[in-house]
């Protein structure tokens, strides 16, 4: 059966949510939000039932982003990978967002933009590809953006995606570093460290509505319902806290909606 591909228009401009798989998180979630109060956990199990399962761990979606326009097509992400990538140690893989690109009608050689939210192995799976000749782009004709405060701290984040990741598409000639917002063929980057040095989000204004593509801005309802909580996994709480709440805030009139990696539903308005 092929992947439902839920998709959301803003003004001229399409975003579709591709699933790559899903499952459990790998430590107690209590463990990952260790300040959440019980009426906070409830609250959230109310917003996003799907989150929790039947034995109380926290269920993950692993999701990417395609936004389409007049101008270009991007993607947001790669996803967990296939079941050689860099998150096979902890990560539901082999991922299946090659067949969820395929049910959206993407062909990968027609993306001329990936956005890498940032450099944890569920965000980078199918970046990059092992084959016969080595690694490659699996987006082959598209520029790679991340930001250089992330690369500057990749051996801090993880060292081995130099060789896996950021060098093959160096090689490629397909690796752009930006610092701080930048514009898109469809919508924008924006700058939103945290989570880690150089967390990046994707931002789409269109006939009078927003769009924010999070990356993991947040990564549970509970940050959501209350963008003051952290998260045991960001390197520097107080910039994520910032960082959320200047996205999350309510421009008068027009109306924003969340495309989420994690949450259980792909598209929130907020």
């Not at 109060?37 to 609250?43: H, S, V």
């Not at 090659?98 to 970046?127: C, M, Y």
């Not at 701290?153 to 000639?173: M, Y």
Request: proline fraction near 10%; avoid cysteine.
């Amino acid at each position: 059966m092929a992947p439902l591909v839920p998709r959301l228009r803003i003004g001229s401009t399409e975003i579709i949510a591709l699933a790559d798989g899903e499952g459990p998180f790998f430590a107690p979630r209590a463990e990952a939000f260790p300040g959440a109060t019980a009426a906070q956990w409830a609250e959230a199990d109310r917003y996003d039932p799907g989150s929790v399962d039947a034995e109380g761990r926290w269920w993950l979606r692993f999701r990417a982003f395609a936004i389409r326009g007049d101008r270009g097509l991007t993607v947001v992400d790669a996803g967990i990978g296939p079941a050689d990538g860099p998150a096979a140690s902890w990560a539901p893989v082999p991922g299946v967002l090659p067949a969820s690109l395929a049910a959206a009608g993407i062909d990968p050689a027609e993306v001329d933009t990936v956005v890498l939210t940032h450099l944890h192995t569920d965000h980078v799976g199918w970046a990059v590809v092992a084959g016969d000749a080595g690694h490659r782009p699996y987006f082959p004709n598209a520029a790679y953006l991340l930001q250089r405060a992330e690369f500057d701290a990749l051996d801090a984040l993880n060292p081995q995606l130099r060789e896996t990741l950021t060098d093959p598409l160096a090689a490629a000639g397909r690796l752009r570093l930006l610092d701080g917002d930048a514009p898109l063929r469809t919508g924008r980057v924006v700058a939103t460290p945290g989570h880690t040095p150089g967390h990046q989000s994707v931002l789409v204004e269109d006939g009078g509505e927003r769009a924010l593509v999070t990356g993991d801005l947040l990564v549970h309802a509970l940050q959501l319902l209350d963008p003051e909580l952290p998260y045991a996994h960001e390197t520097d709480p107080d910039a994520a806290r910032r960082s959320r709440h200047r996205m999350l805030a309510r421009t008068p009139g027009t109306p924003l909606h969340l495309a989420t990696p994690h949450l259980t539903q792909p598209f929130l308005p907020v």
